[in-house]
């Protein structure tokens, strides 16, 4: 039997030590370390991950179609951006970040919560799926827009989608969820995970209308990564550039009940204070106003050349606010 000596012991016992050290700080021996998201971080979710080699790498194949923001781009450019918002500009088709203020810092989305309702919709269901309305769909908070729904009535999801996000009915947005989901809370569980899988890590639903509660809240990136995706769907974008939306639907005993909506956008209303910028014309897109959540705006606008933009304002004080923002960072938009 050979012996040891005491100098090799310590050699070993500091080797072990080291080992364990090491296991700790990755959470777990043989697990990748994350990167945690950080608000005052100069990067975005997507600008590095970790490779293989251990070292950080840009994630240019799970980003390539993206715009990639730091905390604050070319924020110096419209010095009359309100200080408590946040606000972005992104040019899709070139994939760049025109304009960045404050776009990770978590803010209430109020009903641009309504998007990855739709989102989540459309990818789960046909749009002739056949929704009934439980008791669940009865909102008591005061204010709060709905459609009147009652217990029984039924519609497609297709006109389900249409009162969602032309309307903003938070009604339907529990209609839309307990059908789809089998619950509402099984439906909050695909909205988050789906979140996750669009890179939106700084992202957390409660419900599916955006009706305040603390730990409900997104930021002006995130929306942007939950709007773009939407845009996929000929459906959201159709919808979404209407605006006015009459249609019928049946209660529990099948009689036929009108109902006719009007866009909670000034921009589908032709209202004087969301005038575009010469040259500019926005598609759509979704509001969200709390009290919590101050005023909320994210559009699709296109140059002359038909070439989209995504423009997010969030936590404006009132809609003169939000629609002089919004035509500010509209104004960004490179002409032709």
Same mark, same amino acid.
């Given at each position: 039997?050979?012996?040891?000596?005491?100098?090799?012991?310590?050699?070993?016992?500091?080797?072990?030590?080291?080992?364990?050290?090491?296991?700790?700080?990755?959470?777990?021996?043989?697990?990748?370390?994350?990167?945690?998201?950080?608000?005052?971080?100069?990067?975005?979710?997507?600008?590095?991950?970790?490779?293989?080699?251990?070292? &950080? $790498?840009?994630? /240019?194949?799970? @980003?390539? !179609?993206?715009?990639?923001?730091?905390?604050?781009?070319? #924020? +110096?450019?419209?010095?009359?951006?309100?200080?408590?918002?946040?606000?972005?500009?992104?040019?899709?088709?070139?994939?760049?970040?025109?304009?960045?203020?404050?776009?990770?810092?978590?803010?209430?989305?109020?009903?641009?919560?309504?998007?990855?309702?739709?989102?989540?919709?459309?990818?789960?269901?046909?749009?002739?799926?056949?929704?009934?309305?439980?008791?669940?769909?009865?909102?008591?908070?005061?204010?709060?827009?709905?459609?009147?729904?009652?217990?029984?009535?039924?519609?497609?999801?297709?006109?389900?989608?249409?009162?969602?996000?032309?309307?903003?009915?938070?009604?339907?947005?529990?209609?839309?969820?307990?059908?789809?989901?089998?619950?509402?809370?099984?439906?909050?569980?695909?909205?988050? &995970? $789906?979140?996750? /899988?669009?890179? @939106?890590? !700084?992202?957390?639903?409660?419900?599916?209308?955006?009706? #305040? +509660?603390?730990?409900?809240?997104?930021?002006?990136?995130?929306?942007?990564?939950?709007?773009?995706?939407?845009?996929?769907?000929?459906?959201?974008?159709?919808?979404?550039?209407?605006?006015?939306?009459?249609?019928?639907?049946?209660?529990?005993?099948?009689?036929?009940?009108?109902?006719?909506?009007?866009?909670?956008?000034?921009?589908?209303?032709?209202?004087?204070?969301?005038?575009?910028?010469?040259?500019?014309?926005?598609?759509?897109?979704?509001?969200?106003?709390?009290?919590?959540?101050?005023?909320?705006?994210?559009?699709?606008?296109?140059?002359?050349?038909?070439?989209?933009?995504?423009?997010?304002?969030?936590?404006?004080?009132?809609?003169?606010?939000?629609?002089?923002?919004?035509?500010?960072?509209?104004?960004?938009?490179?002409?032709?």
């Amino acid at each position: 039997m050979k012996c040891i000596s005491n100098g090799k012991i310590v050699r070993i016992i500091s080797f072990l030590l080291s080992i364990f050290v090491v296991c700790i700080s990755l959470e777990g021996c043989g697990k990748t370390p994350a990167l945690s998201f950080q608000d005052n971080a100069s990067y975005s979710n997507f600008n590095f991950m970790i490779g293989e080699s251990g070292s &950080a $790498e840009v994630a /240019s194949a799970f @980003a390539q !179609n993206l715009c990639v923001a730091g905390k604050d781009q070319n #924020s +110096d450019a419209l010095s009359s951006m309100n200080a408590g918002a946040a606000a972005a500009l992104f040019d899709v088709n070139n994939r760049k970040t025109l304009y960045a203020k404050d776009v990770f810092t978590r803010l209430y989305p109020a009903s641009l919560t309504k998007i990855m309702t739709a989102l989540v919709a459309l990818k789960n269901a046909k749009l002739d799926t056949i929704l009934t309305a439980s008791e669940n769909v009865t909102v008591t908070e005061a204010n709060a827009q709905v459609a009147g729904l009652k217990k029984g009535d039924t519609m497609t999801l297709d006109q389900a989608l249409h009162i969602l996000l032309i309307y903003s009915a938070n009604d339907v947005a529990i209609l839309i969820a307990e059908n789809i989901g089998g619950s509402v809370s099984h439906f909050i569980q695909m909205m988050n &995970a $789906e979140a996750k /899988s669009l890179g @939106a890590t !700084n992202t957390n639903f409660i419900n599916s209308n955006g009706l #305040s +509660d603390q730990n409900h809240y997104t930021t002006a990136y995130d929306m942007y990564l939950i709007f773009n995706a939407a845009m996929q769907y000929s459906t959201f974008q159709e919808i979404i550039n209407m605006p006015v939306y009459k249609t019928a639907y049946h209660d529990a005993s099948g009689a036929s009940k009108d109902i006719s909506v009007s866009s909670t956008n000034y921009y589908m209303q032709n209202m004087s204070a969301a005038e575009a910028p010469t040259g500019i014309t926005v598609i759509g897109g979704k509001t969200g106003t709390t009290t919590a959540a101050g005023h909320c705006l994210i559009l699709l606008a296109k140059d002359t050349s038909g070439n989209p933009y995504i423009a997010v304002v969030m936590r404006a004080r009132d809609n003169d606010e939000l629609y002089r923002d919004m035509n500010e960072l509209l104004s960004l938009i490179p002409q032709s």
